[in-house]
């Protein structure tokens, strides 16, 4: 006998759209504080951008013998189907008269195209023995992109479209957890994912006074396989865990920006292979030292290469070897939270991340900069009561060592915050 019941199943559905998206820009000839008063511009309609989802998903528990098995609980299977629609829409014009309210001109750029991802996927959790657990899965996708193009200047005279294109994947992903002892669990842990490139990586090139993003149809799927092995103990007041960790990404997907001729142009390209290897140590902790102190931190180091790159920045092969970027070498984190007493609870967050880099040749070894990413060292304190059952205040202090630092602009310096809240 073998019965399969459905303990639950749902549905998940979003729309958006701009179909009031406007942006409207002066010229770089028509400067403040003159541009106040009108004059050239431009003027980008969004309208017809956009996407929708739509998922059903589901969990099963078999029960029942299957042969001589008994299988009564042993199983719980996820699975679910999903579809992903995505819609790029934009015309920029120009405006001669007055950029605060006249309507479109001439046309500058236009660009669109659509995107859809369609998907199964099949996952069971199987306790084969009270002390061996495994999680065998594998999601199947199916990947378009259609009616592409891209059009500069007036009367589409830099038209281009581009070919439909169509692709299939299979991700496959499994996991084994082992009770070693009764305070120590072993697990692994190895999987593939694909993603495929947005509608706007793929179309959504751009040209104004000041910037430039060029686009690339035929950019590949981002593949990679990542691995994990874990070992986690439970040292009775709280919970001790290393794990190891390592990837390979092939056709990494990176967005690149440069100053030529002092106009910022972008684009996303292929990187061949990253491949990254790191370890984490992990440890949480309930009343440590002393009742009501509570303890969660955590150090990783990650060493994340580029091994091969057809492309490069300056000169062939001047990514190689290099640091992937916006990984640091180095991160940790912690968490002190002091419980005072029934109404009061203080608490105190420390940060680090050692230095970055934006560039795919590590050229900017500046991170304190603009544009740069830097290391940083922060520690945020905040202090909570509880004034009744359902009114609280709260004090924050945010970068409370007023650590000066950088991701791309400035970060914010110490900051100050001040809550009242009401539970109804």
Excluded: C
């Amino acid at each position: 006998m073998h019965n399969i019941d459905l303990l639950f199943y749902y549905f998940l559905n979003s729309l958006y759209d701009y179909s009031k998206d406007q942006k409207r820009q002066n010229s770089a000839a028509n400067t403040l504080p003159n541009a106040i008063n009108g004059g050239s511009g431009t003027i980008a309609d969004g309208n017809g951008t956009g996407w929708n989802t739509l998922a059903l998903k589901g969990v099963w528990r078999p029960e029942g013998i299957i042969g001589t098995i008994d299988i009564n609980g042993a199983h719980i299977v996820d699975l679910g189907v999903q579809q992903d629609r995505y819609t790029l829409k934009y015309r920029t014009s120009n405006i001669t008269g007055n950029w605060i309210s006249d309507g479109a001109g001439t046309l500058t750029n236009e660009v669109g195209g659509k995107t859809q991802l369609q998907s199964l996927y099949l996952q069971d959790s199987w306790t084969f023995n009270p002390k061996w657990k495994t999680v065998l899965g594998a999601r199947a996708e199916n990947w378009s992109a259609s009616s592409g193009f891209t059009t500069f200047g007036v009367n589409n005279v830099n038209n281009a479209s581009y070919a439909k294109r169509s692709e299939n994947f299979v991700s496959p992903k499994a996991a084994l957890s082992y009770q070693l002892t009764d305070n120590t669990v072993l697990k692994a842990s190895t999987g593939r994912a694909v993603r495929m490139a947005t509608v706007s990586e793929l179309y959504g090139a751009t040209s104004t006074t000041n910037s430039q993003y060029i686009n690339d149809p035929n950019l590949k799927p981002e593949k990679s396989w990542t691995t994990e092995l874990t070992a986690e103990k439970d040292l009775s007041n709280g919970v001790l865990r290393v794990t190891y960790f390592t990837e390979s990404t092939k056709d990494s997907l990176y967005s690149q920006s440069t100053l030529i001729n002092n106009i910022s142009v972008s684009r996303v390209q292929n990187i061949g292979r990253i491949k990254t290897n790191g370890i984490e140590l992990a440890y949480t902790t309930k009343d440590a030292l002393i009742k009501g102190l509570d303890f969660s931190g955590s150090a990783t180091y990650t060493d994340s290469i580029i091994k091969e790159n057809a492309g490069f920045v300056n000169s062939p092969g001047d990514t190689i070897g290099k640091q992937q970027p916006n990984i640091a070498r180095w991160r940790a984190s912690a968490l002190l939270s002091y419980r005072i007493d029934a109404q009061w609870n203080a608490s105190l967050g420390l940060r680090y991340s050692g230095p970055q880099f934006r560039t795919l040749n590590n050229a900017d070894v500046n991170g304190f900069t603009y544009q740069g990413v830097s290391r940083f060292f922060t520690a945020d304190a905040r202090v909570r009561y509880q004034i009744d059952k359902n009114w609280s205040a709260a004090f924050g202090i945010d970068n409370l060592n007023n650590y000066k630092y950088w991701n791309f602009h400035p970060y914010p310096q110490r900051s100050y915050s001040a809550e009242l809240k009401v539970d109804l």
